[in-house]
């Protein structure tokens, strides 16, 4: 299989789970980001923790580290970890009417956590909808992305950004 391959196609190009068995276990950590863009009430209300169904991002942040947590059975083909740790972080950009998301992962296996962090990302950013949603109906999800990833043979990969 050539490096360029898909890692998860056989030789037939049928799907299958990545044999890791004779990887090394090594410390591994992923961090990704994403955005969720609402409306000015909706946003204020989100600040304000007045929303009608509560404290919208430490409900958000509970549901990122779940998915983090479920991500074997969410992916097919992913692989089960034991997560170290899972943190997410939320920054509010009022000019934008943004919440920005971080979320990392780290976990001592012979696979990445990129998954992990990104599920992550995304579960708390659907959150962050689903509780805004009656307050505004033009919620926009996007940008999620890795931005980094350490541990492995692929060693540290960070994303670089136009201009760097």
Not at 120 to 140: G, P
Request: aromatic letters at 4%.
């Amino acid at each position: 299989m050539s490096k360029d391959s898909f890692s998860h196609l056989n030789k037939n190009g049928q799907a299958h789970m990545v044999d890791v068995s004779s990887k090394p276990m090594t410390q591994r950590e992923a961090a990704a980001s994403g955005r969720v863009i609402i409306g000015p009430d909706a946003f204020n209300l989100l600040v304000d923790s007045k929303t009608s169904k509560g404290d919208v991002l430490a409900v958000a942040r509970i549901a990122g580290i779940m998915a983090a947590k479920k991500v074997e059975n969410l992916i097919p083909l992913c692989h089960p970890l034991t997560l170290q740790q899972v943190e997410i972080d939320f920054f509010l950009n009022p000019e934008k009417n943004a919440i920005e998301i971080l979320a990392r992962a780290k976990a001592k296996g012979s696979t990445g956590v990129e998954m992990e962090a990104l599920t992550a990302v995304s579960v708390a950013a659907l959150t962050i909808y689903d509780m805004c949603k009656s307050a505004e109906k033009n919620i926009i999800i996007e940008k999620v992305q890795l931005d980094y990833k350490t541990g492995g043979k692929s060693k540290t990969w960070k994303r670089k950004f136009l201009g760097e």
